[in-house]
């Protein structure tokens, strides 16, 4: 509860940035959003006309030929492409939208030199500029404010972008919330307790395996000359070997199977982790591709695959 409420989860920018780091150390986190975009770029793309008659038809090979480089026998133009092309930007979406939960673009539009066709470029706009959405009376993006620093150097604060002009692609949207949810969000605090543990297990490494050493400070007794204080001294003594960079002190209750001397521990902590592998793979749809870690796991991967 105390990480779901922490100041980097509290405002868009330092969620974005939390989540993005989510992705950037978790492997299984980032297996599971790279599982997601891999997915929609194997995917098959295609524009449908509207209906039957030859305009439709004709309106459906042009938007085909600007964002998918269709070709067709209407339109061969190059010039028509939309920039950047489809699949880098398809790519940049998905991604943004596993770990963002949306990604937003910026509609420009140019004219093209033969044709003098109207045609639209999508730029995309980073997650962790967007401070603040601003939302009409029907709910609908009226602005989103946005700070960030130009590639001249120059800072860019609460600069406006019209919602007319924007584009947007979110992920377990539900009514006006445009943000959607990313996979990271759901596999936040599994990921964040794990972490935890990991350090926890390096600890005890760094201690030759001799698990986690444990200061009682509930009733008061370490004092000079007490057994406490004498424990107390030969944890400090032993912290002196040159392969171990510092004293970790935890308390004062603590399970018993983490105090120095003891190494059952560790397989506690392994358990662990993998039951926060476990709740990961389930936020993140991979849970078939923890091989041989559960039931659902090698044993079943190649039915699993090919289902999906």
Not at 186 to 212: D, E, F, N, P
Not at 253 to 263: C, D, F, H, M, W
Request: hydrophobic letters at 40%.
């Amino acid at each position: 509860q105390r990480d779901e409420a922490a100041a980097r989860l509290a405002d868009p920018v330092s969620r974005a940035k939390a989540l993005r780091d989510c992705y950037l150390n978790d492997p299984r986190v980032s297996q599971g959003v790279d599982d997601a975009v891999d997915f929609c770029l194997n995917g098959v793309w295609e524009v449908v006309p509207g209906g039957d008659r030859p305009i439709d038809k004709k309106a459906a090979a042009f938007v085909g030929a600007v964002l998918l480089q269709a070709d067709n026998r209407w339109y061969r133009d190059r010039a028509l492409w939309t920039r950047p092309r489809w699949p880098s930007l398809l790519r940049t979406m998905a991604w943004s939208c596993g770990v963002h939960g949306h990604a937003v673009l910026f509609q420009k539009w140019r004219r093209t030199s033969s044709g003098g066709y109207l045609v639209p470029d999508l730029q995309y706009l980073e997650p962790g500029t967007i401070g603040r959405w601003v939302m009409g009376p029907d709910d609908s993006i009226k602005q989103v404010i946005r700070s960030y620093v130009r590639g001249d150097g120059e800072s860019i604060t609460m600069e406006g972008l019209d919602g007319e002009s924007l584009t947007i692609v979110n992920f377990r949207s539900v009514g006006a919330d445009y943000r959607g949810i990313s996979l990271c969000r759901t596999a936040y605090a599994a990921s964040v307790r794990k972490q935890a543990l990991q350090v926890a297990k390096m600890v005890a490494a760094k201690r030759k395996l001799g698990a986690i050493p444990v200061v009682d400070t509930s009733n008061g007794s370490i004092v000079p000359g007490s057994d406490e204080w004498k424990a107390l001294e030969a944890f400090v003594a032993s912290m002196c070997d040159p392969d171990l960079d510092v004293s970790y002190f935890m308390g004062p209750i603590v399970p018993r199977y983490l105090e120095a001397g003891s190494t059952q521990g560790l397989d506690v902590i392994d358990k662990w982790i993998a039951s926060e592998n476990t709740e990961i793979a389930a936020a993140g749809g991979v849970k078939s591709q923890l091989l041989g870690e559960t039931n659902s796991g090698s044993r079943a991967l190649g039915t699993s695959i090919s289902s999906r």
